[in-house]
């Protein structure tokens, strides 16, 4: 099941503005990951933070991540319209006591980036 | 490193056909393997889990009989729809993790399923 809320579905802005994504879950967590998929293409992972964590950067990307409120944003600054792709949080969790963690995924946001 | 592939890319069958799909890791072991199914604009589910020289753990709803797993090495496992019929038709994504690192997930590219 997905546990992950994000809002908004789609987000529509222009060129070098910043993009702002949410994620809502409702289960204990390891860590969250943020991913980028271009249309009908795989998954490429932007940026993990652990659940001790509280904000991580890396590049024009931040992520933060409140776990008492069960939530993580993802920021984008200075968007580019190469930037225009679908965007997924995913929650890692020990699955029921198995040696692996288990990522359930998010609903995603849309990113659309005008030029 | 860490890559993972799949083959075919795309694929196009006749109802009532079979269709096997391969994911690899192609510079590491992975004792356990991930299989997704993405509709068009909708997220990824969490088909089943692959592990290495043991049976496959379905998620609820997932017909097993229908889609076949085997993990016949460290480095292989196959997907394989069994009659496939039109609704069958998504993207299906297979994700790897290396021994050791259990929460960071290696995704391949995906493989497009076209059931006619």
């Known amino acids: 099941s997905q546990q992950g809320e994000e809002d908004p579905q789609a987000l529509s802005i222009q060129e070098g503005e910043n993009a702002t994504m949410n994620c809502s879950y409702k289960t204990s967590i390891n860590n969250l990951q943020w991913y980028r998929q271009n249309s009908g293409r795989g998954l490429v992972h932007l940026i993990l933070i652990r659940s001790n964590e509280r904000e991580k950067h890396s590049g024009r990307l931040r992520v933060t991540l409140d776990t008492s409120k069960k939530s993580s944003s993802l920021l984008i600054t200075a968007s580019r319209a190469a930037d225009t792709a679908s965007y997924f949080c995913a929650t890692a969790s020990n699955a029921g006591g198995t040696s692996y963690g288990k990522l359930t995924f998010g609903q995603g946001t849309i990113l659309t980036v005008h030029p | ?116």
């Open chain 2, 1 to 116: 490193g860490a890559v993972v592939s799949q083959h075919p890319s795309w694929v196009i069958c006749k109802s009532g056909t079979s269709v096997k799909i391969e994911c690899r890791s192609l510079d590491f072991q992975a004792t356990t393997m991930f299989w997704y199914r993405q509709f068009p604009k909708q997220s990824l589910m969490l088909m089943a889990t692959s592990n290495e020289g043991s049976k496959a753990t379905y998620e609820q709803g997932v017909e097993k009989d229908k889609f076949l797993i085997n993990h016949a090495s460290l480095t292989l496992s196959t997907l394989t729809v069994t009659s496939a019929h039109p609704e069958d038709s998504s993207f299906y994504i297979c994700s790897a993790y290396i021994s050791g690192t259990p929460y960071e997930q290696y995704f391949g590219p995906g493989t497009r399923l076209t059931v006619t």
